[in-house]
């Protein structure tokens, strides 16, 4: 099996960054739109965020509109948040410390991406720098190398690491 060597960029249809709409305008939030910030994304799945913000905050803001199954990473924070993944699965606005990936479904299962993406979380936070708080940039994600396997063999793995974490999910719901 052929694993190709390839960028988090070239794989994707689209890489933004979001943006927050000026929290002293109260019109910009209590809306209907979904708007993730860094702690949010957390190793999960996202359908729904604490905090929502208006069509008016999203257009008078550098937020965007991000599709459902795309791969959020957080770029920002000291400790362990910079380098954490999350995957939308609904559409979603993001702050500017998210780089929130689309990727080339042809080329690039999102549930066999966010499995990936995960597994080289340790990669992302030695790639951090900056002065008093290490961040990542969206330059540095979108030119981070991946070995990437045949799409039927993505779609493969990421049915059966799909399987298992809905069953982890199901019994830690059961257990609380």
Known sequence: MNWKLTTLGEISLKVQSGGTPKTTIAEYYGGNIN???????NFCKIDSTE???????LKNSSAKMIPENSVLVAMYGNGDTAGRCAMNMIPVATNQACCNFTFNESIAHPFFMIFKISNHYLDFVHLKS????????????????????????????????TAYDDLIEHNLKRIK
């Open 35 to 41: 708007w993730v910030k860094t702690k949010e994304v």
């Open 51 to 57: 905090v929502k913000i208006t069509p008016l905050g």
């Open 130 to 161: 900056g002065g008093a708080q290490l961040n990542l940039n969206g330059k540095t994600l979108k030119e981070f190398k991946i070995e990437l396997p045949p799409l039927p063999t993505q779609k493969r793995i990421a049915d059966i690491l």
